[in-house]
């Protein structure tokens, strides 16, 4: 079974081209601009990983992470928390990801983490 991938991120070229990567790896790549109702649209697509931006518009990537770690049906996907704010490794912690990917970053470094913790889930 193909694995999902949900990517919250406001950059469209961010989009488009961790979108090619991942559809390149046989991931099912699932993509928003926002977080306007995370929960309904993390049941929707039922994603294996979820790559959240900190700066996503309407709550921000802390508070959507938390909403969705808070949630007893979704807690358990894998969450990596993405931005190029040089404290990822606080934020993060504040907003229960799983791990994190430092913006500006490469495909090694895309490839290490999602499958770093796909193995972990």
């Known amino acids: 079974m193909q694995k999902r991938i949900l990517i919250f991120d406001d950059d469209i070229d ?3 081209i961790c979108s090619f990567i991942l559809e390149e790896q046989h991931w099912e790549v699932h993509t928003s601009t926002n977080c306007n109702n995370i929960i ?3 049941r ?3 994603p294996d990983i979820i790559l959240m931006d900190n700066w996503i518009p309407d709550t921000g990537g802390i508070v959507a992470t938390q909403m969705l770690k808070n949630d007893p049906d ?3 996907i ?3 928390y993405f ?3 040089n404290d990822i490794e606080t934020l ?3 907003a229960g990801a799983d791990t994190f990917l430092a913006k500006p970053f490469d495909i090694v470094d895309l490839e290490k983490a999602i499958n770093g913790l796909i193995n972990k889930i």
Do not use: Y
């Open 14 to 16: 961010i989009l488009s």
């Open 40 to 42: 309904e649209k993390v």
């Open 44 to 46: 929707k697509v039922n």
């Open 74 to 76: 979704l807690k358990k």
């Open 78 to 80: 894998g969450v990596i």
């Open 83 to 85: 931005s190029a704010n």
């Open 92 to 94: 993060t912690k504040e």
